[in-house]
């Protein structure tokens, strides 16, 4: 869970939420995971 502790320092974190918080009402429930922010992916 070292990841838990250290996401922050990967990326940037007002990306990460604003990118999240846009994608939530749309995003599959079964596909959650992808927005954990060791997972994430910043949109192209």
Do not use: F, G, S
């Not at 974190?13 to 060791?38: C, F, G, I, K, S």
Request: some cysteine; charged content about 25%; glycine content about 0%.
């Amino acid at each position: 869970m070292k990841w838990a502790l250290e996401w922050h320092k990967c990326i940037d974190p007002y990306a990460y939420l604003a990118d999240v918080l846009r994608r939530l009402p749309t995003h599959p429930n079964r596909q959650l995971d992808e927005l954990l922010p060791h997972i994430w992916q910043p949109p192209q």
